[in-house]
């Protein structure tokens, strides 16, 4: 029996945004994303969040190596990305991987959790939203909520969240106070296996239950699509409870697979002062 990829559905989602960004965001922003050894290195030379520049999703196509390393840094460099990070499950860390990431100049940083959970989740009441499907009209306001309940500027980053969006397999759902958009969340279906991503709700209206209310809008959507498992991410605490998204993705029924480190890269050609 095959081995199941943990990190597909993340990795699919990434590199459908980086790699769909339109013009004139693409040059803007320098985005692009490329397939290495099984996995995905998504680059953004000019992030205005230091965020987009990420590399996943390997391990289970080929093994995680030295090598492997070198060419995801060279690919790197010769984008112009000068800071990155690189995320690898912690199963598929060699037995050497510290020595690599020495070699490489990787420190680690935070951590985030990858979850996965059943499609059949309970919808939850909100305090006076509605939740559902976002109209084609509403698109654009869409992405820009979602940019700015994230605290990232919407404004060239808005282009690449439609521009994901717009095949099949990806739907946008929303919830609003009244005709007022105050939250947005992603799901994107690849066959049996879906992913939620890109949740985010207004500051003034959060603790409304519109996250877990667009999770269990987006299980249904999932289930209706045909797929069979839920997958997500989000940042690992300090401390319980710290973190509601974690909180409303475990009260779905989503169970912690693995924690997994951001491993940080920076390039100390481009700045000299700096070490791994």
């Known amino acids: 029996m095959p081995e199941t990829n943990t990190e597909f559905s993340e990795t699919e989602t990434i590199f459908r945004m980086l790699s769909s960004v339109p013009e004139p965001q693409r040059t803007i922003l320098g985005a692009s994303a490329v397939r290495i050894g099984g996995g995905v290195v998504a680059a953004m030379a000019d992030d205005p969040t230091d965020y ?13 190596d030295d090598a492997l390393v070198g060419q995801i840094v060279d690919r790197y460099r010769s984008v112009g990305v000068r800071s990155a990070t690189i995320q690898i499950a912690p199963q598929k860390l060699p037995a050497d991987w510290h020595a690599i990431a020495a070699r490489h100049g ?11 959970g059943p499609v059949d989740v309970a919808e939850t009441p909100t305090r006076g939203l509605r939740v559902g499907p976002v109209p084609r009209a509403e698109l654009a306001e869409w992405a820009r909520v979602v940019f700015v309940g994230f605290g990232m500027p ?38 049996e296996v879906a992913h939620l991503a890109g949740a985010a709700t207004l500051p003034g209206h959060r603790g409304r239950g519109a996250q877990s209310a667009l999770i269990a809008a987006r299980a249904a959507a999932a289930k209706e699509a045909g797929a069979e498992r839920l997958f997500a991410e989000t940042g690992k605490p300090e401390s319980p409870g710290d973190n ?16 997994r480190v951001n491993w940080k890269w920076t390039d100390t050609d481009a700045h000299p002062g700096l070490t791994g």
């Open 52 to 64: 987009w520049s990420k590399a996943l999703g390997f391990g289970f196509g080929s093994p995680v």
């Open 106 to 116: 990787l420190r680690a940083g935070g951590s985030w959790v990858r979850l996965e």
């Open 154 to 191: 919407p404004e060239d980053l808005a282009p690449m969240m439609l521009a994901a969006v717009a095949a099949d397999d990806a739907h946008a759902f929303a919830a609003w106070d009244g005709d007022e958009l105050v939250a947005g969340a992603c799901l994107m279906v690849f066959g």
């Open 244 to 259: 509601s998204s974690l909180t409303n993705m475990e009260r779905a029924g989503m169970r912690v697979l693995y924690e």
